[in-house]
């Protein structure tokens, strides 16, 4: 299940967003917005767009861990055939 993060007042003062965070206007289609949300299991839209763009990242964290395997030669498969 995806992590969902919370937000928390920073030092700064009460209803300030932690560093890193900044406010945002969009047009975001609801449809897509409410599937995601149930996807995820997030209770707030924010949460949703921040779970999303988590998973986006990791995504692309992976692909690059894959991609790095396959350069380094790949990974032997012990069980195959051919182990």
């Known amino acids: 299940m995806a992590r969902v993060r919370t937000v ?3 030092a700064q003062g009460p209803g ?9 206007n969009m047009q975001i289609d609801q449809r897509k917005l409410d599937a995601a949300r149930v996807a995820l299991g997030t209770k707030t839209e924010t949460d949703t767009v921040d779970a999303a ?3 986006i990242a990791f995504r692309r964290e992976l692909l690059e861990g894959i991609r790095r395997v396959r350069a380094a ?4 498969d012990i069980y195959g055939a051919d182990g």
């Open 8 to 10: 928390t007042p920073s």
């Open 16 to 24: 300030r967003p932690k560093r890193g965070w900044v406010r945002k």
């Open 53 to 55: 763009l988590d998973a």
């Open 73 to 76: 030669g790949g990974i032997r």
